[in-house]
């Protein structure tokens, strides 16, 4: 079983006290989440409209009034098997089949997709385009000659 991030909370009371309106701040905070992790919303009433936006990437929605004006909602990513993983073993391939199959397979990520790569080396140029896309990624040695890089898409 994979283990995910606890989720962040987000308090909006403070905000929505002084005048401010929150929705900026929830929708910031909506596309920081990593993939699998959830989201705790504390309002001073039930943000219905904000179920819609979240539903239509997956979370499922969990309301509880805890006092009139104390709402906690919970957006959790679902576990369905929506969320899958993708591994290309690029041990056998040549650097530029490596980034060719690669960025063609990134770019086919949706969200809450990974991508695991198995490579004989750090695959630089691979992740000198990770870090100019919508994607986060995360490359280790775990054995003679074996990198396995992980990439999963964290803006749709």
């Not at 979240?54 to 979370?59: A, E, P």
């Not at 086919?108 to 198995?118: K, M, N, P, S, Y």
Request: no cysteine; glycine share 6%; aromatic share 8%.
């Amino acid at each position: 079983m994979t283990a995910y991030p606890e989720p962040m909370v987000l308090d909006v009371r403070p905000l929505l006290a002084a005048g401010v309106e929150p929705f900026g701040k929830i929708m910031q905070a909506k596309s920081q989440l990593s993939p699998g992790q959830g989201f705790v919303l504390r309002a001073p009433f039930e943000p219905v409209p904000l179920y819609v936006l979240f539903q239509d990437d997956g979370y499922q929605v969990d309301a509880k009034k805890h006092s009139e004006d104390n709402w906690e909602i919970s957006f959790t990513p679902s576990q369905d098997g929506d969320s899958s993983e993708h591994e290309i073993d690029l041990r056998d391939m040549d650097s530029n089949q490596h980034l060719e199959k690669s960025m063609e397979a990134i770019h086919a990520l949706g969200r809450d997709e990974r991508l695991v790569l198995h490579s004989s080396a750090r695959p630089t140029q691979i992740i000198e385009q990770l870090e100019q896309a919508t994607t986060d990624y995360d490359s280790e040695e775990t054995g003679s000659n074996h990198w396995v890089t992980t990439i999963w898409r964290i803006a749709h």
